[in-house]
């Protein structure tokens, strides 16, 4: 027999024993009074009798609540008895084990420590122990109780028609092995009759003819109580309350539910705001204490913080005491806090006299348990400071007076700009206190009724503007709407007319833009409406910059800026005006809202040098030039060369009527006898004077200097689309590509020249001319087969990939349309690995060059100073004969006369191999074989 199995029937030999009395109804006329009122025994659920939540909730009374308890059961006890609120005994230390955690000894221990003691080492709700002492012996309400009900005080070991077991007997034997055992049951579910989770065939009553009935259990605490009391009680006993039902009945688990519904309430758990149905009042439950809730602002805060309103029996009622009146003012017992209840958030009294300034007693407190603060959350301290219902009017409360602010902000601003948290003043407290002054509005915010559509701007403390539009409150910093008042509230305050962009402060001339005023210093408003603000207001918002002359503004993500001018908003279409129109330097620009920039009326645009317009019912844009001609233009391309910005102001044909129409735009430009080309947003300068065939215009002064310059370019004009690494030259009025970097550096003399980035559509207008091919470029005409490398005025045909590997030239050609290489000479002699430099032979191998003092025989190739000077000259000097190497097949060959001798004898091969001071270059295979005899 496994030590599982032993358990197992150990297991089951104690449910049977625990059995016993528990067949039988309570015999309340011994034991005590019935209760009053005996629990709803319609709501009693076979398969779930108690939950989990409750059952296994060992925290839900202390020892003196537990003590409390037990003597409010026994009032009186007959002379020569001890009932349970007096009985005491000596106890044994138990050690821990794995369902119970230690238990400590003591002597002369009562019964409400001894149960505390059990339920917090087994993890037993005191509530379920309690309950089960009742059940079993009646304890709790016995007045004349014999020590036999205390030897076997919770029925454990006595099984039904037998005599109880005596190792199970004591008091504190019986609490401990019961509590011990429902753990056991927890801690092995499947070894047990009865299972959560499953159907269970229940009899209705020790007597098997009596019948038995499934039951699906569904939780483990309700497998436990069938688990240790085996019988369901039958619909007799249900409906006999706590009397006698039939024959078949059974009241074990009955009586459990009666006594635990009828004393602490719902075997389920419950809210804190419960009712009874046989009475009107709503109660907040604290512990084992009952407080009416009297008020419907109570009530509100109570349900919203704890949940809904929980039904219970009246019975249950009974069993609690009843305390104070539930006020929305609690404490924590454990830090001594008065806090009031609100929105399910406590904010703490940091005095009492705070409290009565609220209409509350610090002694109206109500203490919570920790449980039912857990569920609730710390807001800040409470202030005086309050709302009153659904108003948003915050009401400063001071010696019985109410001082009125139209929100919280406006309250704060007028009082050091805090003031902690604002709490609802309950209506019957608000109406004893005295409603002084007007209500005040904080300077600079937004106010409105509901039945008024118009917003208006506060001054402080008198008057008020209406607001044009949204735009300009967020010109002035205010983006967080508008306070909803009274229309005796905002009545109070004058109206002065409507708010304009710009106001006077103490004398001084502003302009309200990104929530700041900047100073005009001139004075002028040209010829805008002007609001005179009250110093409050003027101090409330930030000044910061100066306008020095004029007026000049742009719309936020905007690039384009107006001059403010009699009234009108004028563009001002160049920088170059702009800073024209400011003196010569750049202006304070102000940054305002798109739909401020609307409101005001438009002049006519500002024409400045190096700007764009399009007259209406034209076709034609133009480039303003100066300050009488224009110059047609071409293309947006081109524009964008100038680094002009991308569409143009349209313009009357009245207003460029002045300006001379001089003819097309080119990209070359004459500024002042300097000549200049136009790319990429700015002008380069060109020192030799020469447009390479290009069509040039002649710009004013002052176009010139609205333009960017940057870069001069010492010799011939080079173009590239920028990041691309192809180069163009610009010639005759062509563009000619140039393929390669040698050409590059032999048309600028040898240095790398400037380099103007434009446009791919730029580079794609101009005329398309043959392209520039350099010295040391192999190249290979479209239709064509041959490769060629570019000599000076030379094209060699190159015989072999070989030979340009060796040669270093790689194996990449640039493919040049046909006839492209027409003007180069060709060569009579073939591309050849030997080279002359400065009058020097040199032979290529892989790219490195050796010295030789002897073509043997082959024809070599002259190269032009600058290939000579980028050669890797690294090779071995070869001062005799000339052996070569195939780079593939490893043969050795003899040069001699020209030609490549393969060299049979392997004997001789060896030899020369072994020889250190013999030279041997590697060549490629195919030039071996292009020279072999």
Not at 381 to 406: F, Q
Not at 508 to 514: A, D, H, I, Q
Not at 716 to 732: D, I, N, Q, S
Not at 875 to 886: F, K, S
Request: charged residues 15%; neutral net charge; aromatic residues 10%.
């Amino acid at each position: 027999m496994t030590p599982l199995k032993r358990f197992v029937t150990i297991s089951a030999m104690v449910v049977a024993l625990i059995a016993g009395l528990l067949i039988s109804p309570v015999n309340l006329g011994l034991w005590g009074s019935a209760p009053s009122h005996a629990a709803d025994l319609s709501k009693f659920d076979a398969g779930d009798i108690i939950s989990d939540q409750v059952f296994y909730d060992s925290a839900t009374m202390t020892e003196g609540e537990i003590a409390d308890f037990i003597k409010k059961k026994v009032p009186t006890c007959r002379s020569g008895y001890t009932c349970l609120d007096a009985y005491r005994e000596n106890t044994t230390a138990r050690v821990a084990d794995s369902y119970c955690k230690a238990l400590s000894g003591g002597s002369n221990e009562s019964a409400a420590r001894i149960i505390y003691k059990v339920s917090t080492a087994c993890g037993i709700n005191p509530q379920v122990l309690l309950v089960t002492l009742q059940k079993e012996q009646g304890l709790l309400t016995h007045e004349w109780p014999s020590t036999w009900r205390y030897t076997i005080a919770m029925g454990f070991g006595c099984p039904d028609g037998a005599p109880c077991n005596e190792k199970y007997y004591g008091f504190q034997n019986q609490l401990y092995l019961a509590a011990r055992q429902f753990q056991i049951y927890k801690a092995w579910p499947g070894s047990f009759n009865y299972r959560a989770g499953q159907n269970n065939k229940i009899q209705w009553h020790p007597n098997a003819s009596c019948g038995s009935s499934t039951v699906y259990i569904r939780n483990q605490a309700t497998a436990g109580l069938y688990n240790y009391t085996p019988y369901r009680p039958n619909s007799a006993a249900l409906t006999a309350g706590y009397g006698l039902g039939d024959s078949c009945s059974s009241y074990g688990n009955r009586n459990f539910y009666n006594y635990f519904t009828d004393w602490f309430g719902s075997t389920h758990k419950v809210g804190w705001v419960v009712k009874s149905p046989d009475r009107p009042e709503v109660y907040f439950v604290t512990g084992q204490t009952k407080h009416h809730i009297q008020t419907q602002y109570a009530y509100r805060e109570y349900r919203r913080s704890f949940g809904g309103l929980s039904a219970v029996s009246e019975g249950y009622l009974k069993t609690l005491s009843t305390g104070a009146p539930a006020m929305a003012i609690v404490k924590d017992p454990s830090t001594g806090d008065i806090m009031l209840l609100q929105d399910s958030t406590l904010h703490r009294f940091p005095s009492c006299a705070l409290a009565e300034t609220w209409g509350y007693s610090c002694a109206m407190d109500i203490d919570l348990t920790q449980d039912q603060l857990r569920a609730l959350k710390r807001g800040p301290d409470m202030s005086n400071y309050a709302s009153v219902a659904s108003s948003t009017t915050v009401h400063k409360l001071s010696g019985g007076k109410m001082y009125p602010y139209a929100s919280a902000q406006d309250a704060a601003y007028y009082n050091g700009g805090a003031i902690g948290f604002v709490a609802i003043l309950r209506d019957e407290i608000a109406s004893k206190y005295t409603v002084v002054g007007k209500t005040l509005f904080a300077p600079a915010t937004l106010a409105k009724t509901g039945s008024d559509k118009n917003v208006y701007f506060m001054g402080g403390k008198s008057s008020k503007w209406r607001l044009p539009s949204w735009a300009m409150a967020r010109d002035f910093g205010i983006s967080g709407g508008y306070t909803e008042t009274s229309a005796m509230a905002l009545s109070a305050y004058t109206t002065s007319g409507d708010l304009s962009m710009f106001v006077n402060c103490g004398g001084s001339l502003y302009l309200t833009n990104s929530g700041k005023l900047t100073l005009v210093k001139s004075g002028s408003s040209s010829g805008m409406r002007t609001t005179n603000l009250d110093p409050l207001t003027c101090d409330r918002l930030p000044k910061v910059g100066a306008f020095s002359q004029s007026v000049f503004v742009r719309a936020h993500g905007h690039p384009e800026v107006y001059l403010l001018e009699d009234g009108d908003l004028r563009h001002v279409v160049s920088r170059k005006a702009l800073i024209a129109l400011n003196g010569g330097t750049q202006p304070t620009i102000g940054l305002i809202e798109t739909g401020s920039l609307a409101s005001f009326a438009t002049g006519a645009p500002i024409l400045g040098p190096a700007t764009l317009v399009k007259a209406n019912g034209s076709p034609d844009v133009y480039f303003v030039d100066g300050s009488s001609e224009r110059h047609r233009l071409p293309s947006w391309v081109l524009a964008r060369e100038f680094g002009l910005p991308d569409g143009y102001d349209a313009v009357g044909q009245i207003a460029l009527s002045p300006y001379k129409d001089t003819g097309k735009l080119s990209q070359f430009v004459r500024c002042e006898s300097r000549l200049y080309l136009a790319g990429s947003g700015q002008l380069t300068r060109i020192e030799s004077g020469d447009s390479a065939g290009f069509d040039v215009t002649e710009l004013q002064a002052s176009t010139c200097a609205a333009l960017d310059k940057g870069g001069t370019i010492s010799g011939r004009v080079f173009v590239r689309v920028a990041g691309a690494p192809e180069v163009y030259l610009l010639e005759a009025g062509h563009v000619r590509h140039v393929v390669s970097t040698s050409a590059l550096l032999a048309l600028n003399g040898g240095k790398m020249p400037t380099l103007v980035n434009v446009s791919s559509a730029t580079l794609n207008s101009y005329e398309l001319g043959f392209p520039v091919l350099g010295p040391g470029t192999l190249v290979k005409e479209t239709s064509k087969s041959e490769v060629f490398l570019i000599i000076g005025d030379q094209k060699i045909r190159v015989p072999t990939w070989g030979v340009a590997i060796d040669l270093g030239l790689g194996t990449t050609y640039t493919s040049v349309p046909d006839e492209s290489t027409q003007g180069y000479e060709r060569s009579s002699t073939d591309l050849s690995p030997m080279v002359m430099c400065s009058g020097e032979l040199y032979i290529g191998a892989g790219g490195t060059f050796s010295s030789i003092n002897s073509s043997h025989g082959m024809k070599y190739t002259q190269l032009d100073p600058g290939m000579c000077g980028s050669l890797d000259y690294s090779g071995p000097t070869i001062a005799n004969r000339l052996i070569v190497e195939d780079g593939a097949s490893g043969d050795l060959y003899l040069v001699e006369n020209g030609e490549f001798n393969l060299v049979k004898d392997n004997e001789k091969v060896k030899d020369m191999k072994g020889h250190d001071d013999l030279v041997i270059l590697t060549l490629d295979s195919r030039t071996i074989s292009a020279y072999a005899g």
